[in-house]
């Protein structure tokens, strides 16, 4: 599956951003569907994921309430919606898919998925 994530920008703190992730390939609705983002020097960092009905939806402690992951099968998308934006939130954000996810205290370790787009930046403004 190749997967390319758009929809980045700059915001205003408080401010909102819709992140998609567009798939190709007929397995799309197979996979687990995760994204994740990074700041420069830091390690990735896990942010949202769905499982592959979009039943089951897991989120970082710091995006709770603030942010909604969803997919549509049908379109080979998967969306992040981002409200209340703060400036801790800027990072590339990256998708990435994945048969199976293991999630461990609440929490999904990024190495677990094993095809990547690349990344999308989101900059949030003080």
């Known amino acids: 599956v190749q997967l390319q994530a758009s929809g980045g920008g700059l915001v205003q703190a408080g401010g909102s951003l819709r992140l998609s992730c567009a798939a190709s390939?007929?397995?799309?609705?197979?996979?687990?569907i995760g994204w994740i983002r990074q700041t420069p020097g830091k390690e990735r960092v896990f942010v949202a994921a769905?499982?592959?009905?979009?039943?089951?939806?897991y989120y970082a402690d710091s995006v709770k309430g603030r942010f909604t992951i969803s997919r549509d099968n049908a379109k080979n998308a998967v969306y992040l919606q981002m409200n209340s934006l703060k400036p801790e939130d800027t990072a590339a954000y990256y998708c990435?898919?994945?048969?199976?996810?293991?999630?461990?205290?609440?929490?999904?370790?990024?190495?677990?998925?094993?095809?990547w787009g690349q990344g999308t930046l989101v900059t949030v403004s003080s």
């Open positions: 390939g007929r397995t799309f609705s197979s996979y687990a």
């Open positions: 990435a898919a994945s048969i199976r996810i293991r999630v461990v205290a609440g929490t999904i370790d990024p190495e677990e998925f094993e095809y």
């Open positions: 769905i499982n592959w009905s979009g039943g089951s939806t």
